[in-house]
């Protein structure tokens, strides 16, 4: 067993991190990482992370382990975590320049590659139960939960993953989740350096720009969640040649996800389990159906059908977890994950508590009950979260501009209804059905177009030769969705507005009627134009085949 880690980089000065502000080398690194160690040497607490450029939070991380320091990472950047992290940490490693001249605030950039490259050893020797990372997640008192991983516990997954996925020198790693999230921090950040591989310093935030970035940058590894995946396949013109490895994690990767990302992306995608708390548990291929191989050296089995883990990357002193995750153990040493058996859920691939949310509503003034509802809704978002309170004084708007200030913006419900009292029964319980019928007729939250649709029609005949049905699905093909709007949607509204801009991304598109081979069919298109923003809607006389809302750059 090891006794301590040592990260090097590799020889010959390769590349560590590309794009954003410029290509950085290893030795670049590790000079910038040595700056950032005497900057701290006069602070003994830890320091909150906040660079959100790659090569500079890469920086300011290993050199506060040169120094001995762990680091905390925000689980959310709202302003009302940050302020909390801020009061516990001190001080804050920072790209920001809203925080410049705040107390115990170091900007990471004036280290940016600038110091001296020639000097010392690329290395850092890390004892294996040096505290590495503070990390966050939400717990169901409401409270951000603290995690302490330590060498074990990071770079030993790290070392584990780039073994599992073959990630060597020479492969790019495209990132779109943040450093911040233990799933970006791994992949986007700890992999590639364990590995000798490089990053990208900047973390896409529209569809277009992760397609975009892809390709400029010829990466050879991309990392994202199951909504990006969605909407990359459905805007992506060419597949994405350079891409030999896709990884995804933070929610269920839907067979259809999957599916299109393998037709139009020409991506494989393997779906990785884990947690905060756990660490990496498993992983799956498209192949695999909906079971999961544990990593090398994890131990999986059910107790009371619920997940009990035995890993190296838990907690000591046992390594063990109980977890609340449903599974069954199939055979080959593969387990099926069920579901969780508590309040837990994910919405756009954001872990919360119903109970959590719930919490922070009943804390605004005026509020005197309140239920959360996690509801299916399809398309990119799949599911989202709804809120009814009790209150005589606060308002939709005042709840939502509160909630803003503790939860991610994923995570604020898209609709809120304020009522002076909630319809419990005797017990104090508001069954789910009866919860649902107060949101009847009231609409998510998004910003409305007044434009009238303005309609075309053209006639469509979808063969049974064409390639978009192989595959999708055996016995009962019909048009996957990324065709509907690559093909059927997107070129019309192009014609119709040319001086839109490139796809940025999408809101609630939902695909409600299966487009099968060999159907004549007139075909109508209503579309409006509000700004960048176009609402459409697909159908054929009473039948309705797909609707949503397009956001566009600006054009020329």
């Not at 006639?459 to 009962?476: E, N």
């Amino acid at each position: 067993m090891v006794s301590s880690y040592c990260l090097s980089g590799g020889a010959g000065d390769p590349l560590v991190a590309f794009g954003g502000d410029g290509p950085r080398s290893y030795a670049e690194l590790y000079a910038s990482a040595r700056e950032v160690a005497t900057g701290l040497d006069g602070s003994g607490s830890e320091p909150l992370l906040l660079c959100q450029d790659r090569f500079r939070f890469a920086a300011a991380m290993l050199g506060a382990w040169m120094c001995g320091r762990s680091v905390a990472l925000p689980h959310n950047r709202s302003e009302g975590a940050i302020a909390k992290l801020r009061e516990r940490s001190g001080t804050v490693l920072h790209d920001d320049d809203s925080l410049k001249g705040e107390p115990g605030a170091l900007d990471v950039r004036r280290w940016d590659g600038s110091a001296d490259s020639d000097s010392a050893p690329l290395a850092v020797e890390l004892p294996e139960s040096q505290a590495l990372v503070t990390v966050y997640s939400s717990g169901t008192s409401g409270d951000a939960t603290a995690w302490s991983k330590n060498a074990r516990q990071m770079i030993g997954e790290a070392q584990c993953l780039a073994e599992v996925f073959g990630i060597a020198a020479g492969d790019r790693v495209v990132c779109t989740v943040p450093s911040q999230h233990i799933y970006g921090l791994l992949f986007g950040v700890l992999v590639p350096l364990v590995a000798g591989a490089s990053f990208s310093r900047h973390t896409p935030s529209s569809v277009q720009s992760m397609l975009d970035q892809t390709e400029e940058h010829q990466g050879s590894v991309l990392v994202s969640v199951p909504p990006q995946w969605r909407a990359m396949s459905m805007v992506a013109t060419r597949p994405l040649a350079s891409v030999r490895l896709g990884v995804s994690s933070g929610a269920k990767l839907l067979a259809d996800v999957a599916a299109e990302a393998r037709a139009q992306l020409g991506v494989d995608i393997t779906e990785v389990l884990g947690s905060t708390e756990t660490g990496g548990i498993g992983t799956k291929t498209a192949d695999d159906g909906d079971s999961y191989l544990p990593l090398p050296g994890i131990s999986v089995r059910a107790e009371d059908g619920c997940l009990r883990l035995i890993s190296p990357f838990v907690e000591e002193p046992r390594q063990e977890f109980q977890s609340a995750d449903r599974i069954e153990i199939l055979a080959g040493g593969r387990f099926r994950h069920l579901g969780r058996d508590d309040g837990l859920t994910k919405v756009g691939a954001k872990r919360v508590t119903l109970q959590e949310v719930e919490k922070h509503a009943l804390e605004i003034d005026g509020v005197t009950d309140a239920v959360v509802l996690r509801v299916e809704v399809g398309g990119l978002r799949e599911s989202e979260l709804w809120l009814a309170v009790q209150s005589r004084t606060a308002t939709p708007k005042s709840i939502r501009a509160n909630l803003q200030q503790c939860l991610d913006g994923v995570l604020v419900p898209r609709k809120i209804r304020v009522l002076p009292r909630l319809p419990r029964g005797p017990a104090g319980k508001l069954p789910r059905s009866i919860a649902l019928e107060l949101f009847e007729g009231q609409k998510s939250v998004a910003p409305v177009s007044t434009a009238p649709l303005a309609t075309e029609s053209f006639p469509i005949r979808v063969p049974a030769s064409s390639p978009r049905f192989v595959g999708h699905f055996p016995g009962d093909a019909i048009l996957p969705a990324v065709a509907q709007l690559h093909d059927l949607v997107l070129p019309k509204v192009r014609d119709s507005f040319p001086q839109l801009g490139s796809l940025q991304r999408m809101n609630r598109v939902r695909f409600t009627s299966p487009v099968r081979p060999d159907t004549d069919m007139e075909l109508t298109l209503k579309h409006a134009k509000n700004s960048q923003r176009v609402d459409f809607e697909l159908r054929a006389a009473e039948i309705q085949y797909a609707k949503g809302t397009l956001y566009f750059a600006g054009g020329q």
